[in-house]
């Protein structure tokens, strides 16, 4: 669990802990209390969506003030937004699709990328680009255990982070199959414990969340 994450790759991000929850914020300042939370609660890779014109922001001071946290990216799109991300210190970079574009520009730039899917062809094109630790989103919209069970004939290598529709209460079952490595998915920053600032209630989602098998 806590390797050494100096170069860090997908699968590390993946298997880090349970569920690596995704977090849009809006208030630069509620970036490092939030970041503490989750650390504390166990929970250390952090996906900041590029949802809002905060999160590059959030990025910076959290890089700099939460060391314990490994911050990354959501909701990556393009080459400008590996770009961004980079500058603001994202260590790794999560898609809610997949280009060939895009997988080019983390790969040259050495950024982990853990891209989205939801198709057998989408996993194919990932697959020739050389990505192997697929996002599949909208999870729970796409299919959910029922196409993870289905895909895992064709695509048996293929480690996934479902993400999308994933709560408390049904990620057990995503997390039980043998494709699954770990569930992506805001319901541990819930907006109204945001809007709260109710860190000790987010602190406690995440050590839930650290208890799922
Ligand atoms: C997203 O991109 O917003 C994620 O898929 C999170 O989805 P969720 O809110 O259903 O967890």
Avoid at 14 to 38: E, F, G, K, N, T
Avoid at 112 to 127: D, K, Y
Wanted: proline share 6%.
């Amino acid at each position: 669990m806590m390797q050494s994450l100096v170069s860090l790759t997908a699968k590390q991000v993946m298997q880090d802990a349970p569920v690596i929850p995704v977090i849009v914020l809006h208030d630069v300042a509620q970036a490092v209390p939030l970041a503490r939370a989750l650390v504390a609660g166990g929970i250390r890779m952090l996906e900041i969506t590029l949802r809002t014109s905060a999160a590059l922001d959030c990025m910076r001071v959290i890089r700099a003030e939460v060391p314990e946290a490994i911050v990354g990216a959501g909701t990556v799109c393009n080459a400008r937004d590996v770009d961004a991300c980079l500058e603001a210190g994202a260590r790794f970079a999560v898609s809610p699709g997949y280009t060939t574009q895009l997988g080019l520009a983390c790969r040259e730039r050495g950024l982990p990328l853990l891209p989205g899917v939801a198709s057998a062809s989408e996993i194919m094109q990932a697959l020739n680009d050389g990505y192997h630790d697929l996002k599949f989103f909208p999870a729970m919209q796409a299919g959910g255990v029922a196409m993870l069970k289905a895909l895992y004939g064709p695509f048996a290598q293929i480690q996934f982070c479902p993400t999308g529709g994933i709560t408390a209460q049904n990620a057990g079952e995503f997390l039980a199959l043998p494709n699954v490595v770990c569930v992506g998915g805001s319901w541990l920053v819930p907006v109204d414990a945001l809007a709260q600032v109710d860190y000790t209630r987010i602190e406690a989602l995440a050590r839930q969340a650290t208890q799922l098998l």
